[in-house]
C-alpha cells in the first residue's frame, strides 16, 4: 500500500481543503466545494455524521487492524473507494490519470465520471487496481453505446448507472463564478478574470496539460461533447428504469444504480437486476433540501438486506465517518470531495494524503472501539439518532 510523506500541518482533510482553496481560482474551487441552492442537504450531508456517536468497548488489546474486503467481487484493500468526480482535470493537469494511479497504488478501486476530461482508455491503463465507469446518456443511445463499448474494452470492470440528474443541480457559486463562461470559451471568457490572475500557477499548469479539455468520452457526430453543452445534455438524456435493462444487456457485467434514497427505488434497483447501490444525494449537489446520505441508509439496508451490496457516500471527512457507515451496514463508501481537495491541493501526493488520512483514521477509530476487523461491525457499536431507523415510531412518514 502506498504511504505518502504527511507534512506537519496536513494532518486532515480540511487542512487539504486549505490548500486546495489557496491553489484554485475561486470558480474552480467553488465546483468543487458548492452545492445546490441554499446547499442544505451539503452541511446536512457532514452534520447527519455528527449526530452519529459510538459506543466503545473497552479493555481490548489490538495490536492490528484487517481493512481488507470485497466489493463487487474485487478484493480490496480498504473499505472505501474514490468516487466519480466530474472535470478533475480543471483541479489538477491530468487530474484523472493521477487519482486513479493513487488508488491503485493504495490497494483500492477508482470510478471514472463520464464527464472527464481524459480519455478512458488512458485512465484505466494509469491504475493498478480496479477500475468502474461512470455513466450518463449523453448524446442519446448511439453515442452511449459506443461509450459502454469502449469502457468495456479497456477493461473497466463494473459500471456505475447515475439516476439522479434529471436536470442540473442549481448551483448557485458556479453561476455567479462565471462557471458556464470557463468552460465555455476558456479563460479569456471568465467574466471575473482577476481571480484566475490571481493564480498564475493554476494557468499555467492548464495551458501545459493542453488548455481546457471537450470530454472526449462522449462522442457526437461533431466530435468530442463540448463543456458548455454538458446541462442540456443531462435534460435530454434522463436515465430511466427502461433504460438499466438495455444496459445490463449490452455490458453483461456488474452494475451500481448510484442515486437512491428511499427504500422503493432501492426496491426497483433490486427488481432490475443491479448488483450493488450507491445511496448519494450526489454531494449535495442536486435536490437540496433531501437528507444526509447517511440518514437515509438504515432505510435502505432494511429494505434490500443481503439481496444486494449497498454503498454510500457524501459527507465523508475523516476515517470515523466511514467507520460509522459501515456499521449502519454498508458494504463500502466513496470519497469524492476528500481525495478532490487533496488532487487540487498537490496532485497525485495529495491523493495518497488524503487515502492516508482515511486510512489511518480507520485504523485508529477501530482500536479505540475495540474492533479488530471490519467483519465485526455492526450497529452495537454506534448510538443511532431517534427516527433514523425503520420501524421507529419517530421515523419520518
Known sequence: MARSVAPPHVLNISDLRRLAKRRLPRVVFDYIDGGADAEVTLRDNVKAYEELTF??????????????????????????ILAPVGSTRLFYPNGEVLAARAAGKAGTAYVLSTLSGTPMEQVRAATSGPAWYQVYLCGGREASINMLKRAKAAGFTALVVTIDTGVPGLRERDLRNGIKELLGRGISGLPYLGQ???????????????????????????????????????????????????IRDLWHGKIIVKGVHTAEDAERVVAEGADALVVSNHGGRQLDGVPGSIRSLPEVVSAVGNRIEVLVDGGIRNGGDIVKALALGARGVLVGRAYAYGLSAAGEPGVTRAIEILRSGIVRTMKLLGVASLRELNRSYIDVPAGWLPGDARTRN
Do not use: H, Q
Request: hydrophobic share 50%.
Open 55 to 80: 459506543r466503545p468497548r473497552g479493555a481490548v488489546a489490538i495490536p492490528s487492524i484487517d481493512l481488507k474486503t470485497t466489493i463487487l467481487g474485487a478484493p480490496l484493500d480498504l473499505p472505501f
Open 196 to 246: 484566475m490572475i490571481a493564480r498564475p500557477a493554476w494557468i499555467a499548469g492548464m495551458l501545459a496539460d493542453g488548455g481546457l479539455m471537450k470530454f472526449p468520452n462522449v462522442l457526437l457526430p461533431t466530435g468530442p461533447m463540448p463543456y458548455a453543452d454538458v446541462g442540456k445534455t443531462l435534460e435530454e438524456s434522463v436515465v430511466c428504469w427502461d433504460d438499466l435493462r438495455w
